[in-house]
Every structure is written in C-alpha cells, then in structure tokens.
C-alpha cells in the first residue's frame, strides 16, 4: 500500500509539471524580455474604421461613462461609431446611450437571453442592411469598461500586424475595495501580462478574456454573426477561433477598465457561471483541442494551451487530496495503523495545500511588483491583496464542484456602484 501511494502522489506531481510548467516558462520569458526589452517604435500604420459595440441590460449608472471614453480616444472620431444593444432593459439605458452619442439597438426576447445571443442579432442585423461592409472590425466591451485614452490606436497597431482578432491589457476600476475585487483584479493583471503578453511575444495564440477585444470583419461575416452561445462565449470564440487557425493577438499598450464584484453572492454567481462555461466548452470542444495537438499545422501549441485552460486542473489536486485522506482516516482508525502510510498521505495532504498557496502566492507577488504603478489603490493595499490572493483563488474549490451539478444561466450584476476616478493618459 505504501508504494502505491509513493507512486500515486509521483504521478500527480508529474501530471502537474507536464501540463503547467509552461505557465512557468511564460512568466521567466515575460520577466526576461522586460529587462532587455526598448520601447514600442511600432507604426500607427493605416487607420481602419471601427464599431465599437455594447450589449448592455440596465446599465443606466455605467454606460453613458464608457461612451465619453470611447468619444475621448486620441483617434479620429471619423473613424468611430458607437452601437449600444439594450437587451432587454426596463430602465433608460437606451435614452442616456443616445444622449451620449451613441447609436441605440433596442432588442426584446425573453427566449434566447444572454451577451452571445443579443451580439448575435445586432450583427446580422448590420449584415442584412450592408452596414457591416462600412467597417474593419468591430471591438466588442462590457457596460461597466471604461477605456485609457490611447486604447484604439494601440489596438489599430496590432491589428495591422495581420491579427484577426487582438485583446487588450485588463486593468480594474476598483481594485482596493476589498481582497474579492483584488482578487479578479490580480488575476486579469496576471492573464494580461503574464499568458497573453508571452503568447504575443513567443508567437503563439492569445485568448480573448471577455470583454476589451477587437475581431476583423471578414471573422463576423464568416461565422454570419456571433455564434457561439455557451456561458462563457468569449472562451467560446477563442477555442474555436484556434482550432480554426486563427492567432489572437494582444495589444500590451491598448488598457481597459472595468469594474469587479465586491460582494461574495456576486461574485459566487459569477464565477458559477464562468465554472459551468469552461465545462460546456470542454465538453464541445475537447476532443478538437486535443486532435489539434497532434494534427494542427500552425496552431499544435496553441491547441495545447488552450487544452489545459479549460481543464479543471483542481480536480487532480482534489482527487489526489481525497485518496490521500481516505488513506489516513482508515489508519489512523485501524487499531494497527501503518506510520509510514500516515505521514506519507499526511506529507501529501499539506504539501499540496501548501504548494497550492505558494505558487499563487509567488505568482500573484510578483505580477503586483511588477505591475505595481498600474494598481489604483494604497500601498498597503496591494501588499495585503496579494496574501490574500490565493485564498480567493481557493474559493473556485466549492465553486467548480456546485457546477458540476447545478443548473446555470446567465444574470446580471448591478454596476456603477464602485466606481474609481482613473486618470486616462
């Protein structure tokens, strides 16, 4: 029995290198080409014509702020038309999105609800009425973003580098209001310039990450609008995107705002949801991404990563710490009790809880240090929040496992009730 459990806590130790230690790999690149790194002499290059596109429910208290940033972008305003889609909204979303400039799409069903499905009939709408022909892409953002002044012209740069789709750098509004907040907050930092920034710079593909991203119009017209519904539809587009050859960019210089839950029932049912999306995509798509290792001609690496993000990688730590306890109850109430197999599953139990703390704990200091003068909030703050970082990580535990068996859909959180003044460059 001992040697199995020797050899069982091996194998999952070894799973874990295999498919994660890349991760590692990303963030020493990252590190590396920041110390021999110049600044960014990339041409503005042509200036293509955008819609920027919002699918907003009762947003009455944010949208009309994302609609003046978008307005006060360093880029010829020519150049930019504003489509808000009010879905389904009983409040004036609508009115304060025109009043602010903005071209108002209003739509009613109470069948097909959600983001992917309001995207959708906009854009077959534009595509019916030829208007889609006007632009080069479209940006697509959440209600509560708000952009850095310079957001489009680093986006313009990236896309004329070729990309058909390209992502941004997500910062947050409202970091220091409590450790759930930092919490997101850290973690968007750490996606932004820690995976997607080292795809860009290794030539591999990015992932688009909800909300701040921007997609060519030949990608709109050729999926006849946005067909990906599942609840997380933005993983969605970039699984599929990838085992359809496309590259996603990212765009390191292109920063967008946005605002993260505070309370834990928000936050709870929000990531409720993203837990049951990333098993809807696996389920879909899982045996694409894994063909597409071996049989990819551009993208083999690309499928790979994308592979191992939406695989529930807690499930091995929670199958290897539910064997190993299993093995240290039935000894420790066995009358003739094992001590090597006690201390063995007892060393795996604690190691795996403190390998888990630590390496979220390494990961999420150093991308504070790092990113240190892009975090609104206090000293202290950011010291503290990075503590209690991977405890926020570890609530994801009862999370993924409740969304393995509840029913899920999409609802809305109320916005504009933290807002931070961010000073825009």
């Given at each position: 029995?001992?040697?199995?459990?020797l050899q069982f806590n091996f194998c999952i130790f070894?799973?874990?290198?295999?498919?994660?230690?890349?991760?590692?790999?990303?963030?020493?690149?990252?590190?590396?080409?920041?110390?021999?790194?110049?600044?960014?002499?990339?041409?503005?290059?042509?200036?293509?014509?955008?819609?920027?596109?919002?699918?907003?429910?009762?947003?009455?208290?944010?949208?009309?702020?994302?609609?003046?940033?978008?307005?006060?972008?360093?880029?010829?305003?020519?150049?930019?038309?504003?489509?808000?889609?009010?879905?389904?909204?009983?409040?004036?979303?609508?009115?304060?999105?025109?009043?602010?400039?903005?071209?108002?799409?209003?739509?009613?069903?109470?069948?097909?609800?959600?983001?992917?499905?309001?995207?959708?009939?906009?854009?077959?709408?534009?595509?019916?009425?030829?208007?889609?022909?006007?632009?080069?892409?479209?940006?697509?953002?959440?209600?509560?973003?708000?952009?850095?002044?310079?957001?489009?012209?680093?986006m313009n740069k990236v896309f004329n580098k070729g990309?058909?789709?390209?992502?941004?750098?997500?910062?947050?509004?409202?970091?220091?209001?409590?450790?759930?907040?930092?919490?997101?907050?850290?973690?968007?930092?750490?996606?932004?310039?820690?995976?997607?920034?080292?795809?860009?710079?290794?030539?591999?593909?990015?992932?688009?990450?909800?909300?701040?991203?921007?997609?060519?119009?030949?990608?709109?017209?050729?999926?006849?609008?946005?067909?990906?519904?599942?609840?997380?539809?933005?993983?969605?587009?970039?699984?599929?995107?990838?085992?359809?050859?496309?590259?996603?960019?990212?765009?390191?210089?292109?920063?967008?705002?946005?605002?993260?839950?505070?309370?834990?029932?928000?936050?709870?049912?929000?990531?409720?949801?993203?837990?049951?999306?990333?098993?809807?995509?696996?389920?879909?798509?899982?045996?694409?991404?894994?063909?597409?290792?071996?049989?990819?001609?551009?993208?083999?690496?690309?499928?790979?990563?994308?592979?191992?993000?939406?695989?529930?990688?807690?499930?091995?730590?929670?199958?290897?710490?539910?064997?190993?306890?299993?093995?240290?109850?039935?000894?420790?109430?066995?009358?003739?009790?094992?001590?090597?197999?006690?201390?063995?599953?007892?060393?795996?139990?604690?190691?795996?809880?403190?390998?888990?703390?630590?390496?979220?704990?390494?990961?999420?200091?150093?991308?504070?240090?790092?990113?240190?003068?892009?975090?609104?909030?206090?000293?202290?703050?950011?010291?503290?929040?990075?503590?209690?970082?991977?405890?926020?990580?570890?609530?994801?535990?009862?999370?993924?496992?409740?969304?393995?068996?509840?029913?899920?859909?999409?609802?809305?959180?109320?916005?504009?009730?933290?807002?931070?003044?961010?000073?825009?460059?």
């Amino acid at each position: 029995m001992i040697r199995f459990l020797l050899q069982f806590n091996f194998c999952i130790f070894l799973i874990f290198t295999i498919c994660y230690s890349y991760q590692f790999v990303f963030l020493f690149y990252v590190l590396i080409h920041r110390l021999k790194s110049k600044k960014d002499v990339t041409p503005d290059g042509k200036q293509n014509r955008f819609a920027f596109v919002t699918s907003a429910r009762n947003e009455k208290n944010v949208i009309g702020e994302l609609i003046d940033s978008i307005r006060a972008q360093n880029y010829p305003a020519e150049l930019i038309d504003i489509y808000v889609i009010a879905d389904n909204c009983t409040d004036n979303t609508a009115e304060i999105s025109r009043e602010h400039g903005a071209f108002v799409y209003e739509r009613f069903n109470k069948q097909l609800i959600g983001k992917g499905y309001a995207l959708d009939e906009f854009f077959k709408h534009l595509m019916k009425t030829g208007e889609s022909k006007k632009y080069d892409g479209f940006f697509v953002f959440d209600a509560d973003n708000v952009l850095d002044a310079n957001f489009t012209k680093e986006m313009n740069k990236v896309f004329n580098k070729g990309y058909n789709i390209v992502t941004s750098y997500r910062n947050s509004r409202n970091y220091g209001s409590n450790w759930i907040s930092a919490g997101y907050a850290l973690w968007f930092l750490r996606e932004s310039k820690y995976l997607s920034n080292a795809r860009m710079l290794l030539h591999t593909s990015c992932a688009v990450s909800g909300t701040g991203f921007l997609v060519r119009e030949s990608i709109i017209e050729k999926n006849n609008g946005w067909k990906h519904h599942l609840l997380t539809e933005d993983i969605e587009f970039s699984i599929d995107s990838v085992i359809n050859g496309e590259k996603i960019g990212y765009a390191d210089g292109a920063v967008i705002y946005d605002e993260q839950p505070i309370t834990f029932a928000q936050s709870w049912n929000q990531r409720l949801r993203w837990s049951k999306g990333f098993y809807q995509v696996l389920g879909k798509y899982g045996s694409k991404l894994v063909k597409g290792i071996f049989t990819s001609k551009g993208n083999k690496f690309s499928c790979f990563d994308m592979f191992m993000t939406i695989s529930p990688a807690m499930f091995i730590t929670l199958f290897s710490i539910a064997v190993n306890s299993t093995v240290l109850i039935t000894e420790m109430m066995s009358s003739y009790g094992n001590y090597f197999l006690i201390n063995e599953s007892m060393n795996a139990i604690g190691g795996s809880l403190f390998r888990f703390y630590i390496l979220l704990f390494v990961v999420g200091g150093i991308t504070t240090v790092t990113e240190w003068k892009n975090i609104n909030t206090s000293t202290i703050k950011k010291i503290l929040y990075t503590f209690t970082f991977p405890l926020f990580i570890a609530t994801y535990i009862p999370i993924a496992i409740v969304a393995l068996f509840k029913k899920v859909q999409w609802t809305p959180i109320a916005h504009g009730m933290e807002r931070k003044a961010v000073a825009m460059k």
